[in-house]
């Protein structure tokens, strides 16, 4: 079984100039990249019959709706069959799973996805508030947390962090690995926002968030929009590159959406997620040549190693330190393009992206070295994780 | 630790009213199934685990432990609730799967520990009272 009988695939991406404080709109920006991504895939934006998106237009300060579905339909004239947005999904790459569906059922036959952020530039112009001026209380998922001061994600993955370092004695210099390759790898990565070296001392020494977490443990705000086409692999006409298929997508979400009743404090929906995807697929963990893994803070990456079978559960601690092994010339190649740590928070996109761009040989100075055949990609955190296993065909 | 000149305050829904406003009586006030008898947060009418309807909140004793906390350093509401301070994910006596994000107060932040045994002590503000907790008397951060 492959996912939707392997009757979609993905054939181009694109992604906009990705920076801080650029100045520009979050539409603008997805539309770089969803012209990008069209003309990569050899298409034309007449072809385009669906869109698809993350959030949607929620309510949000500071740039972190880019653009909706609504905003690139109207800017670039798309006559469209079917098109989605939703921040209620398995990670941010919720949609892109579900136009995948749509296209398998003959809702549409090429379908744009994408995310934009303009994150630097909004919080630059003043338009985060300070929580203190916020008037109105805290509803919705705030609402057990915020009084307690447990203000950011930050604080609320810290706790998780911390049970598990509990449990399992994963130490922060372990843990400091994930940033530190990222930024390794950022260096061969032109448009990452981070680019110089860092070392185990610059790690530990910078400024504590929310203990465990130190500044280099969370990702950075930037402005940049991703773009990724899937087609109907039958009507796809081809390009210069081979599609790739999805071979597999998880979705599961097992239990509670929840930031501290899951009943595994050192496990998170990633955990669902990758039981759900390997249940689709023959291949298994020692298939997978590398892998781009969320880390919009450090630990969620750690989580996603194990949960996604690269190491058992409490092993990741030792699995950190054989730096070589997960480098970009060794076994496990992971966040190849520096990560959002280094390379910018796309908000997961990101790391769709880098996955593609590898498979296609694209990756410029920071391509691996082997041949790559298959990755793991996952995304999100918390209770909300979604990853995809994909399969360059040819 | 000193506690905070300023809280964000919570928009009581009437599925937490019980929650919010226990406090005023000295009583943590959680939801518990009257079909299985187990407890759950946050409020909502029906049981997660069996879905019975018979729903409600209940006092309970108010004493937890640590099972997960952090030392909150960022100042995200500036000098009115200044940092350091720990945030803490508790577990109740009653029933260790039932857990609350919670603040620990009245104690130094270097002295929290996960399995620490604490209490819990009410903060009112406006309409609310805000279930934070304290080492529990007796236990060896007190």
């Known amino acids: ?394 | 630790m000193t506690r905070p000149a300023y809280r964000i305050l919570p928009e009581v829904t009437a599925d937490s009213a019980a929650f919010w406003a226990g406090g005023a009586d000295g009583e943590l006030r959680i939801y518990r199934c009257r079909s299985c008898s187990r407890y759950f947060h946050p409020p909502v009418g029906v049981c997660f685990r069996c879905r019975s309807r018979e729903v409600g909140p209940e006092a309970v004793s108010g004493r937890a432990t640590v099972a997960a906390y952090t030392v909150n350093h960022h100042p995200w509401f500036g000098e009115a609730f200044p940092p350091p301070y720990v945030v803490a994910i508790v577990e109740l006596d009653e029933d260790p799967d039932t857990r609350l994000t919670t603040q620990i107060v009245d104690c130094a932040v270097e002295d929290v520990r996960i399995g620490m045994e604490v209490e819990v002590d009410f903060e009112h503000h406006d309409d609310v009272w805000v279930p934070v907790f304290r080492p529990a008397e007796g236990s060896s951060a007190s």
Request: a negative charge; glycine letters at 12%; charged letters at 20%.
């Open chain 1, 1 to 394: 079984m492959t996912f939707v009988d392997d009757k979609v695939v993905i054939t181009g991406i694109g992604q906009s100039a990705v920076g801080r404080k650029l100045g520009r709109g979050g539409v603008d920006l997805a539309i770089d990249a969803a012209l990008e991504a069209i003309a990569h895939a050899g298409l034309d934006p007449a072809d385009i019959d669906g869109v698809a998106s993350y959030p949607g237009p929620v309510p949000a300060e500071g740039g972190f709706v880019g653009a909706t579905t609504h905003d690139v339909r109207d800017a670039l004239g798309l006559r469209t069959t079917w098109a989605i947005s939703g921040v209620e999904t398995p990670g941010q790459a919720g949609t892109l799973m579900d136009a995948a569906a749509a296209i398998a059922t003959g809702r549409a036959t090429h379908v744009l996805c994408f995310r934009s952020v303009f994150e630097s530039t909004a919080q630059a112009a003043g338009r985060a508030k300070a929580l203190t001026q916020v008037a109105s209380r805290a509803a919705g998922h705030t609402e057990f947390r915020m009084p307690f001061g447990a203000a950011s994600p930050a604080n609320w993955i810290a706790m998780y962090a911390q049970r598990y370092m509990h449990e399992f004695g994963l130490t922060r210099e372990q843990l400091g690995q994930i940033p530190i390759n990222g930024r390794r790898n950022a260096a061969l990565n032109p448009k990452a926002i981070y680019r110089d070296p860092m070392s185990l001392d610059d790690y530990l020494s910078a400024r504590l968030i929310s203990y465990p977490f130190g500044l280099y443990d969370c990702d950075v705000p930037c402005d940049g929009a991703t773009a990724v086409i899937l087609s109907s692999r039958a009507a796809w006409g081809g390009s210069d590159h081979a599609p790739i298929a999805i071979e597999a997508a998880g979705s599961g979400l097992y239990e509670r959406h929840t930031w501290d009743q899951r009943s595994d404090l050192t496990t998170m929906a990633a955990h669902d997620a990758a039981h759900h995807m390997w249940q689709q697929t023959s291949l298994t963990p020692a298939d997978v040549d590398f892998a781009e893994l969320y880390d919009g803070f450090s630990y969620l990456c750690a989580q996603w190693i194990e949960a996604l079978g690269f190491c058992k559960h409490g092993e990741v601690g030792p699995f950190l330190e054989d730096t070589e092994h997960y480098a970009i010339g060794g076994e496990l190649p992971i966040n190849t393009h520096g990560g959002q740590l280094s390379a910018g928070r796309l908000h997961g996109y990101g790391f769709l992206h880098e996955a593609c761009l590898q498979l296609w040989g694209e990756a410029g100075e920071r391509q691996i070295r082997k041949d790559v055949e298959v990755a793991a990609v996952g995304i999100g955190g918390g209770p909300e994780a979604g990853c995809l296993l994909l399969r360059r065909d040819g």
